[in-house]
């Protein structure tokens, strides 16, 4: 069987991570140097994702889930924003988070920044910034509301 047939039949069609094509690449690809020995990985094809695994002697077989650090550092960061809604105020933790999963379209259970990939993650930190003042402001009457009336 040649290679390349091969190849297509094992290797994760897309993405763990965001879903794109993949490819099978070497160790040049994803670390910048050339290893010896057995050296494949899949790698995915987006450029902002670039996750990337091993893959197990001549099957093209990933044993592990795509991961990369570019979607690391996104969840790092799209964590940072996010929790400037709330941190402050650990009350307003779980509206914060259902006004984000409404907003991605999830279900409150399923929305946790950890699961989430590089395209969701940006999402996050874009739709925080267009909101934050708006938000906090109406959160802040809503409390004020609650708050018993002194006479
Ligand atoms: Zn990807």
């Given at each position: 069987m040649p290679l390349t047939q091969k190849r297509?039949?094992?290797?994760?069609?897309?993405?763990?991570?965001?879903?794109c094509p993949t490819k099978v690449v070497d160790s040049k690809?994803?670390?910048?140097v050339k290893?010896?020995?057995?050296?494949?990985?899949?790698?995915c094809t987006d450029i902002f994702?670039?996750?990337f695994a091993p893959t197990r002697s001549h099957t093209y077989y990933a044993s592990k889930p795509m991961?990369?650090?570019?979607?690391r550092k996104a969840r790092i960061e799209a964590h940072k924003v996010f929790d400037m809604l709330w941190s402050d105020h650990p009350e307003w933790r779980d509206q914060a988070y259902r006004w984000l999963a409404g907003?991605?379209?999830?279900r409150r259970a399923t929305c946790h920044i950890r699961m989430f990939n590089y395209h969701?993650?940006?999402?996050?930190v874009e739709?925080?910034?267009?909101?934050?003042?708006?938000?906090?402001?109406?959160?802040?009457?809503?409390?004020?509301?609650?708050?018993?009336?002194?006479?």
């Open positions: 297509k039949r094992f290797k994760p069609e897309t993405c763990d991570v965001c879903g690809a994803v670390y910048g290893h010896a020995g057995w050296d494949s990985y899949i790698q994702c670039r996750a991961f990369s650090e570019s979607v907003e991605m379209g999830l969701q993650c940006q999402q996050v739709l925080v910034n267009e909101n934050y003042v708006r938000l906090r402001r109406e959160w802040h009457i809503a409390e004020n509301k609650k708050k018993p009336v002194n006479s």
